[in-house]
């Protein structure tokens, strides 16, 4: 029997909130890239944390690659397939 494939570590988180359109949209592109890099990804719902909420509610999305802040507003599939090829 072969063990099943881990899944690939967390490189991206986008940091949101629910019924934002742009978290939408961010969300699609972030799960585009990941799917076809075999990258794996999160998501934080930063009502969820004060903290977050504090310091991000006007800059959502949020996008962090590798632990830096990557991107805010908008997600672009180029800019991040690069951060995370290059």
């Given at each position: 029997m072969i063990a099943p494939?881990?899944?690939?570590?967390a490189r991206v988180t986008l940091l949101s909130r629910p019924g934002c359109h742009l978290?939408?949209?961010a969300r699609t592109v972030i799960a585009k890239v990941c799917?076809?890099?075999a990258t794996g990804w999160t998501e934080i719902d930063?009502?969820?944390?004060?903290?977050l909420l504090d310091s991000y509610r006007d800059e959502i999305p949020v996008t962090?690659?590798?632990g830096r802040q990557h991107d805010f507003?908008?997600?672009?599939?180029d800019r991040?397939?690069?951060a995370l090829t290059g």
């Open positions: 494939t881990p899944p690939a570590p978290c939408d949209d799917t076809e890099l930063i009502t969820t944390d004060q903290t962090f690659v590798d507003w908008h997600v672009s599939e991040l397939r690069r």
